[in-house]
């Protein structure tokens, strides 16, 4: 059994004697980060006992898999931290052929992501403006509204919603794709540079292991708008050479997981469950370099 999980799935029940490898992108956010999962106002005083039944039940699920494979050193880390069990590291796989090369630069930044409060969008709009820089916002979720708010009469443009054949297009023309809050992975900087755009992240997170400084990108050092503004107002793209982006993205393509993964799921099946279960240490070598992680 394979699965793919943020929380749920790794609680699947299987025969005994089969093996289970679990591929995992994050330890349950309610166990590891309540607050910004589930916030500290009235609601959220209120879900505790829920979250705690949740979280308990989450702990016990994360014992049935044989082998974890995380999809970052950090991801890892988690999982020896809340769960005490190591995994392999296996970075996502990048769809570098949905985008392509080619595009003229354009005289804007771009977020690209789920519009959910964590991803901290809302630093991306602020440091837009105190940088004087055009900012475009892709993307959908239960903050897009609030951002609407917050973007207007800024020099940022909350866009939402924005088809599949087009996103290649605005990713390619945009000066760098902006990463503004901790990601588990860092899949977005991977799909600019898949388009020959460098990307601007937060130095923390999984981005730390997608982003080499100065080559595919660039990071900001603080959790701040004052922080990302400084390397916006700074930043030029003609530093970064678009073919060096495109092959550095290659290096995750599907092809090279889906090699990688099944080498796992061989090693875990020829140790067998019991000295699977524990017993598998991570992997040291950085995510950046998927042919060792």
Avoid at 53 to 58: G, I, R
Avoid at 87 to 112: I, M, N, Q, S, T
Wanted: with cysteine; hydrophobic share 45%.
């Amino acid at each position: 059994m394979i699965s793919s999980t943020t929380s749920w799935a790794k609680g699947v029940r299987i025969a005994p004697g089969a093996v289970h490898v679990c591929y995992i992108n994050t330890v349950s956010r309610f166990v590891f980060d309540y607050e910004r999962y589930v916030g500290s106002g009235f609601s959220g005083l209120a879900a505790r006992p829920l979250i705690a039944s949740l979280a308990a039940w989450d702990r016990r699920a994360a014992t049935r898999p044989s082998a974890f494979v995380a999809n970052s050193q950090n991801v890892a880390q988690r999982i020896e931290r809340y769960y005490g069990r190591s995994a392999y590291v296996l970075p996502c796989p990048v769809d570098v052929e949905r985008f392509r090369l080619g595009h003229r630069k354009g005289d804007y930044f771009l977020v690209l992501a789920r519009l959910l409060p964590y991803k901290r969008v809302d630093r991306a709009i602020d440091a837009a403006a105190l940088a004087g820089v055009r900012l475009g916002v892709a993307g959908e979720g239960q903050a897009l509204e609030s951002l609407r708010r917050r973007a207007r009469g800024t020099t940022a443009e909350v866009l939402g919603f924005v088809p599949d054949a087009e996103i290649g297009a605005l990713v390619g023309a945009a000066r760098a794709v902006i990463v503004p809050g901790e990601e588990d992975f860092g899949l977005v900087p991977l799909e600019a540079n898949a388009a020959g755009t460098a990307a601007i992240a937060l130095r923390a997170g999984g981005a730390l292991e997608t982003v080499v400084d100065g080559e595919t990108g660039t990071f900001f050092r603080e959790p701040s708008a004052e922080s990302l503004a400084a390397v916006l107002r700074d930043f030029e793209p003609s530093r970064f050479d678009p073919l060096r982006l495109r092959a550095h993205a290659e290096r995750f393509a599907p092809a090279r997981f889906i090699e990688r993964l099944r080498s796992i799921v061989r090693e875990v099946c020829e140790l067998g469950e019991d000295r699977a279960r524990g017993l598998v240490p991570p992997a040291k070598s950085p995510a950046s370099d998927p042919e060792r992680a």
